[in-house]
């Protein structure tokens, strides 16, 4: 009777974590982020670069693109995205690059099983003025457990 008890609660448990590491999280972009129509092929290939790294065998990943303000800090961004995943583990160095285009960062849910992933990437493109003149994109990928 107590092993049934037993598999009934580890059940309960798993299956209480498999629908929770099923949906990719949500994420809320910055302030001053617009939804990005996609008129930018490189932000486009960005994305799906994205989504690809982060399927996997639960499903899909959700990819947003937003237009940020020219001159954007990407210490800004990186901080409220991370607010929004307390305790989640970063990975790798998400340091930024000035000089860079691309800059990422990507946390990862502390859980044993079906940890979910998130991924930040800012795209500083070519300039047209100055520096602070750069156009920034932000693209921002959520997915599920694993």
């Known amino acids: 009777m107590l092993l049934l008890v037993v598999l009934l609660a580890l059940a309960a448990i798993t299956l209480v974590r498999w629908n929770a590491a099923g949906d990719p999280r949500a994420i809320t972009p910055p302030a001053g982020a617009t939804a990005q129509p996609g008129n930018e092929r490189v932000v486009i290939d960005r994305a799906g670069i994205i989504a690809r790294i982060l399927r996997n065998d639960r499903g899909p990943a959700t990819v947003r693109s937003y237009a940020m303000p020219p001159g954007s800090p990407w210490l800004r961004a990186r901080q409220v995205v991370a607010t929004q995943l307390d ?23 502390p859980t044993r099983w079906w940890p979910r992933t998130v991924m930040l990437t800012m795209l500083r493109l070519s300039p047209t ?18």
């Open 129 to 146: 003025g100055g520096a602070a003149d750069r156009p920034t994109f932000l693209v921002i990928g959520s997915a599920p457990g694993d």
């Open 87 to 109: 305790h989640w583990e970063q990975l790798g160095d998400c340091a930024d690059n000035p000089e860079g285009a691309i800059v990422e960062c990507a946390w990862r849910e």
